[in-house]
């Protein structure tokens, strides 16, 4: 065993104690829950292949938390049940048919859906409608009496209405939920802490934690917490509810605020599924944490014949969409040279699981944002990545320097061509501006054959970087004499006659690409499809493009003064219009076709389609909003109404059922020449 190991596992114990405390003790925790849980595991793993490390006070050797003393402790009327998770389909799928397998053949199930709020639970007990009592969870059997606390939540009812159309409150009431403090409170709330130099915290959900925990309720009320009801945990002397939508209905009769705009009844498994599968994509645009969904069999009778094993029901389990953050050691940081000549630092990383795919670059943004973060070569740091977003290095955990760190700095020099870094006062950027580099040709040849832009086939990074250094291509109108180096090409290293031919088949069929997709793929500042779309759209060609003025393009509705400046400044340049003449001699498409319709048609005029699957380079929204333009309308479920399903790689069960039914199955690409995109 080495000495560095041993050293690090002092190291991750002090560390990790120096945390638990912060967490569990002082309400203030400095980490993340998964940079807590990415450190503990690397703790574990150092001592399972050292089990001499394991030491009395390693906080592996602990299980739960300390205990904290102040609350008066209370027995829940039923135990306060966990759930297990999923993280696919198949596992969802797996949960089904188990249950499905305890059950009387043909019976159907019918699930509600609920999104899984990242707060605390809270058991909340009402007398005649009074709330007489409210408790945390604890460890499911007793919890802690929060009552003050909880009165001061604004939207806890703390006497049920008398409403004459629903009748009495029940006689005794115990309602479970979630305390929770929305995203907006939070960041408030952070900013508040920051001026008055107090306490980090660093998700809404501890300091949730922190303010209901606290002994004094004054504390509690200055940290506004909302609610969200979601389960009648004993009832007496009222209806009898007979499931779970029943239920979350009369607790919103009773007033109980119930999270209605995203709970949902499903009675068809396929679109539960692909509910599952999508929903995780909307919720950073929901106002509190919520980290997956719960999924309860609807009927009680049933949920009771299914039972719990240990503490998780077999009636209900959590869809969990993966973590986004993870700790991991920066191993360099090396600088890449952009299109337009930006120098970006760029993290070197240990690989690490993040959520759900393996890290082992994040971009470090500028090199502000390194110094600022005073992020040393060496260091732990933690990563997030959010939506589709590349990962991103948050902060370095500075308690586990040992002193090896390197401090960074931008180069000097361009580390590709050696020239001159400069930087510009007021920007954050450096540049290379040397218009020769290799590094910023390859990104433009890179940017130019890509799916979005020209969609040349076998063409990608690597070939750009190849056929860049090789001085087969010195500028981007070079692809096109490729064709004219079928040779060197054969005598390059991995490329066979097959593969040659196909890449020159594929270059010479992209001369057919729509004048758009050249617009796009010329990479001008701020002109991506959408602004090519627009402009080719008024002036039809590239000569039409390249004799209006600035004050012209303007005039064209979406286009601003910066996107007119930038167009009819690349125009200008000689360099560029040398380029667009050998483009044109290339044979490239210069101008729209004439019976080309202009885009937003609406040619697609009362048509109902459905989107499965990941589209090659449009999001949901993009493709939603494009039909919707051409005047056609999206549904969630195929059905027979259904026109079109628009499918893209992974499509799951819609897909299925759109071929049982013949529902005719489109591609982007397909849908694209449909609106005359293409
Ligand atoms: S139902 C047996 N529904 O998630 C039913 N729980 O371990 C179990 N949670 O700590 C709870 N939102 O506090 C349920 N809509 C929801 C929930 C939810 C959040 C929490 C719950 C528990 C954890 C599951």
């Known amino acids: 065993m080495s000495v560095e190991s041993a050293e690090r596992a002092t190291r991750l114990r002090q560390l990790l104690n120096y945390h638990a405390h912060r967490y569990y003790v002082l309400d203030a925790p400095e980490v993340s829950d998964e940079a807590y849980d990415s450190l503990f595991r690397e703790l574990q793993q150092l001592e399972e292949q050292h089990p001499e490390l394991i030491t009395a006070d390693s906080p592996t050797r602990r299980t739960g938390a300390a205990p904290s003393e102040g609350f008066v402790k209370v027995e829940h009327p039923a135990p306060m049940l966990s759930l297990n998770n999923v993280t696919s389909a198949e596992?969802?799928?797996?949960?089904?048919?188990?249950?499905?397998?305890?059950?009387?053949?043909?019976?159907?199930?019918?699930?509600?859906?609920?999104?899984?709020?990242?707060?605390?639970?809270?058991?909340?007990?009402?007398?005649?409608?009074?709330?007489?009592?409210?408790?945390?969870?604890?460890?499911?059997?007793?919890?802690?009496?929060?009552t003050a606390n909880l009165r001061t939540l604004r939207s806890l009812p703390l006497r049920i209405p008398v409403d004459p159309a629903v009748g009495p409150p029940p006689k005794r009431l115990v309602v479970r939920g979630e305390a929770y403090m929305s995203k907006a409170e939070f960041a408030r709330f952070q900013a508040e802490q920051e001026s008055?130099?107090?306490k980090r915290y660093v998700n809404p959900r501890n300091t949730a934690a922190g303010?209901?925990?606290?002994?004094?309720?004054?504390?509690?009320?200055?940290?506004?917490?909302?609610?969200?009801?979601?389960?009648?945990?004993?009832?007496?002397?009222?209806?009898?509810?007979?499931?779970?939508?029943?239920?979350l209905n009369y607790l919103i009769r009773l007033g109980f605020p119930v999270e209605r705009s995203?709970?949902?009844?499903?009675?068809?498994y396929d679109e539960l599924e692909q509910y599952c599968l999508h929903w995780g994509e909307g919720r950073d645009k929901l106002s509190y944490e919520a980290d997956g969904l719960v999924i309860k069999v609807n009927d009680f009778a049933l949920q009771e014949r299914l039972g719990y094993v240990g503490k998780d029901p077999r009636w209900a389990v959590a869809y969990k969409y993966p973590s986004t953050e993870a700790v991991t050691r920066l191993l360099d940081i090396v600088v890449e040279v952009g299109r337009t000549g930006v120098l970006t630092p760029r993290a070197v990383l240990e690989p690490v699981y993040l959520g759900g795919v393996t890290v082992s670059s994040a971009t470090l943004h500028n090199a502000d944002y390194v110094a600022e973060r005073d992020i040393r070569i060496g260091d732990t740091v933690v990563l997030k990545r959010a939506g589709e977003v590349i990962p991103q290095v948050l902060r370095?955990?500075?308690?586990?320097?040992?002193?090896?760190?390197?401090v960074w700095q931008m180069p000097e020099r361009c580390p590709v061509c050696q020239a001159p870094v400069v930087r510009y006062p007021g920007?954050?950027?450096?540049?290379?501006?040397?218009?020769?580099?290799?590094?910023?040709?390859?990104?433009?040849?890179e940017f130019f054959v890509s799916r979005g832009a020209m969609d040349i086939a076998g063409f990608g990074a690597r070939q750009a970087e190849l056929f860049v250094k090789e001085g087969l291509i010195r500028e981007v109108a070079d692809i096109y004499d490729l064709p004219s180096?079928?040779?060197?090409?054969?005598?390059?290293?991995?490329?066979?006659?097959?593969?040659?031919?196909?890449?020159?088949?594929?270059?010479?069929?992209?001369?057919?690409?729509?004048?758009?997709?050249?617009?796009?793929?010329?990479?001008?500042?701020?002109?991506?499809?959408t602004v090519a779309e627009l402009l080719l759209g008024r002036f039809r060609s590239f000569a039409a493009l390249a004799a209006a003025t600035?004050?012209?393009?303007?005039?064209?509705?979406?286009?601003?003064?910066?996107?007119?400046?930038?167009?009819?400044?690349?125009?200008?340049?000689?360099?560029?219009?040398?380029?667009?003449?050998?483009?044109?001699?290339?044979?490239?498409?210069?101008?729209?076709?004439?019976?080309?319709?202009?885009?937003?048609?609406?040619?697609?005029?009362?048509?109902?389609?459905?989107?499965?699957?990941?589209?090659?380079?449009?999001?949901?929204e993009q493709a939603t909003d494009l039909i919707e333009e051409n005047g056609g309308h999206v549904t969630g479920a195929v059905s027979a109404k259904t026109d079109y399903l628009l499918a893209g790689e992974k499509a799951g069960s819609k897909l299925d059922k759109a071929r049982k039914l013949g529902v005719p199955i489109l591609s982007e690409e397909e849908l694209r020449r449909m609106v005359g995109l293409a």
């Not at 995203?262 to 068809?268: A, G, K, P, S, V």
């Not at 370095?396 to 390197?406: I, V």
């Not at 954050?428 to 040849?445: D, F, H, I, K």
């Open 91 to 146: 596992e969802l799928e797996a949960w089904r048919e188990r249950a499905l397998r305890l059950l009387p053949a043909g019976v159907g199930l019918e699930y509600v859906v609920e999104p899984k709020i990242d707060g605390l639970t809270v058991v909340l007990h009402y007398v005649d409608g009074l709330f007489t009592l409210g408790a945390t969870r604890g460890d499911g059997l007793i919890g802690e009496d929060i």
């Open 262 to 268: 995203q709970n949902r009844l499903f009675t068809d």
């Open 485 to 529: 180096h079928r040779q060197r090409l054969l005598d390059m290293e991995g490329f066979g006659e097959k593969k040659v031919d196909n890449l020159l088949e594929a270059i010479a069929a992209s001369r057919q690409q729509p004048a758009t997709r050249l617009l796009t793929a010329l990479g001008i500042h701020y002109v991506g499809s």
């Open 196 to 198: 008055a130099g107090g």
């Open 396 to 406: 370095a955990l500075t308690e586990l320097r040992t002193g090896q760190e390197q």
């Open 427 to 445: 920007e954050v950027a450096y540049y290379c501006e040397n218009p020769a580099c290799p590094a910023q040709l390859v990104r433009r040849v």
């Open 211 to 247: 303010a209901l925990r606290n002994l004094d309720p004054g504390v509690t009320a200055s940290r506004p917490l909302d609610l969200w009801a979601y389960q009648v945990v004993a009832i007496e002397g009222g209806p009898v509810l007979a499931t779970q939508w029943e239920a």
């Open 550 to 620: 600035a004050e012209e393009l303007s005039q064209v509705e979406g286009i601003g003064p910066r996107i007119a400046g930038s167009v009819a400044e690349w125009f200008r340049q000689p360099a560029n219009q040398i380029l667009l003449s050998r483009l044109e001699a290339a044979g490239l498409q210069m101008a729209l076709a004439e019976d080309r319709p202009a885009a937003g048609t609406r040619s697609l005029a009362g048509k109902t389609f459905v989107i499965t699957g990941t589209l090659p380079t449009w999001s949901r």
